[in-house]
């Protein structure tokens, strides 16, 4: 699945919180394969004829054996979901690790969809630019270095809203590793860049992302945006910003459940102060 199994422990979010931690490790480990590990022979060795069966099945047997288990607390901030939320399937989704996502150029995806497919990796094309691979698919092994970037498909999605114009001057002002600008350019490559963080060895990382995109005129500062940057600022002028603010995380908590394990509630306001901070200043 491309992710480390003593890590599957953290799919069960705060559930069963008295059971030994193996035992958890075994539970989840259970529900997130169907093929059977030492962990789930030695632990659940009376659930280990049900391995194959679907995962809402699986849940049902889990509820059996320990009545305790509330699926709710896989989700610690559950109370605070939308109605709208399908809630049952939200929780469960935290057992599957989710696809891992590329894009492409329109012109190159049949060729980057045969060469996958020649490897017997199984293809899922969402549009002509973006596809779903299985999580864990070793892409730097079968494709060309910048033929491809690795981006979920709801970053992927921010796109529909930039419609850059050739000639335009654009802003990425929080660019971590230059993902969106990345984006950006591919929909419109004659275009003038800024891009901008507060860090510099995520800027570094943007360097190669941009040389292996082929990308080699732009701007780049080193930029704190909640001080005052006039003197550094003051003679450009933009038809686009891109910020992206600092956030929670939370769209990549089904990949990286631990981070949900430990996130603080408290935290959430930080961020929300930041973000509102930013778009004042701007």
């Not at 059971?19 to 659930?47: G, M, Q, W, Y």
């Not at 969809?113 to 490897?119: A, D, P």
Request: with cysteine; proline share 5%; net charge negative.
């Amino acid at each position: 699945m491309g992710y480390p199994p003593y890590l599957q422990l953290f799919r069960l979010g705060k559930a069963l919180p008295t059971l030994h931690n193996e035992v958890r490790l075994s539970i989840a480990d259970f529900l997130c394969h169907d093929t059977l590990s030492l962990l789930v022979e030695k632990n659940l060795p009376d659930l280990k004829e049900n391995i194959t069966l679907p995962l809402g099945e699986k849940l049902a047997l889990i509820k059996v054996k320990y009545p305790d288990f509330n699926i709710e607390e896989v989700y610690p901030f559950h109370t605070t979901l939308s109605n709208d939320i399908d809630k049952e399937a939200f929780f469960t989704s935290f057992f599957k690790q989710p696809d891992l996502f590329i894009r492409v150029k329109t012109e190159d995806s049949a060729a980057i969809v045969s060469k996958l497919e020649g490897e017997s990796i199984v293809v899922k094309m969402i549009t002509d630019t973006a596809l779903a691979l299985p999580n864990g698919t070793k892409l730097e092994t079968i494709l060309n270095e910048g033929s491809y970037q690795v981006q979920d498909l709801s970053s992927q999605h921010t796109g529909e809203y930039f419609k850059p114009n050739k000639w335009d001057k654009w802003w990425d002002c929080c660019a971590a590793s230059g993902g969106k600008t990345l984006l950006l350019h591919s929909l419109e490559p004659v275009i003038e860049l800024l891009v901008s963080d507060l860090r510099e060895s995520v800027l570094l990382n943007l360097d190669e992302r941009f040389r292996l995109a082929g990308i080699r005129k732009y701007h780049k500062k080193e930029i704190d945006l909640l001080q005052n940057n006039d003197q550094v600022l003051h003679h450009y002028q933009f038809d686009g910003i891109i910020l992206d603010a600092p956030c929670t995380g939370s769209g990549t908590w089904g990949r990286t459940p631990e981070m949900l394990t430990f996130f603080e509630e408290r935290k959430i306001n930080q961020f929300a102060g930041i973000q509102k901070a930013l778009c004042k200043t701007w």
